[in-house]
């Protein structure tokens, strides 16, 4: 099944699980799919619960968006201000072993922090694409957990 809008994957250690395997565990998962975003949380009929939520999504020519869970997401926040964006604040801190590499913004992580979530991003310096395009894309960037 191909996704309308997002990809939802799982990643496992060791042999490839069967397709029984693989259908079983994601048939047990309620999964709504919209342009705005997709949620996905466990099947109540399963029992099963949330143990732990985090997020990474990858947008080609871009970058990674790498979201914890809302109570591991504020200890990644810096205790000074940071620079406003459309949402929220974010902090730019060079990568380690990066301080002699000639300037780039790929260089640098982005921690962004916003009323309902908190969200770390590597920008992608791709052919084609400038910095201000990755830079605003950046400041576009609105995390949110809902029921919270």
């Known amino acids: 099944m191909s996704p309308d809008h997002h990809e939802l994957m799982t990643v496992f250690s060791g042999p490839a699980p069967t397709d029984v395997n693989l259908t079983g565990l994601f048939s047990a998962l309620d999964i709504d799919d919209q342009p705005e975003g997709m949620r996905v949380t466990p099947k109540q009929s399963t029992l099963l ?26 200890d990644l926040l810096p205790k000074t201000r940071g620079t406003r964006t459309a949402s929220g604040e974010v902090w730019r801190t ?31 310096a791709s052919e084609g694409v400038s910095e201000a395009e990755l830079l605003g894309w950046l400041d576009g960037i609105n995390v949110e957990w809902s029921g919270r």
């Open 94 to 124: 060079q990568l380690p072993g990066t301080e002699a590499a000639a300037p780039s913004i790929e260089n640098y992580a982005f921690t962004m922090g916003f009323p309902k979530g908190v969200a770390e991003v590597h920008l992608d």
């Open 49 to 74: 619960t949330v143990a732990s939520e985090h997020v990474l999504a990858t947008v080609e020519n871009r970058g990674s968006v790498n979201v914890p869970s809302v109570d591991r997401g504020s």
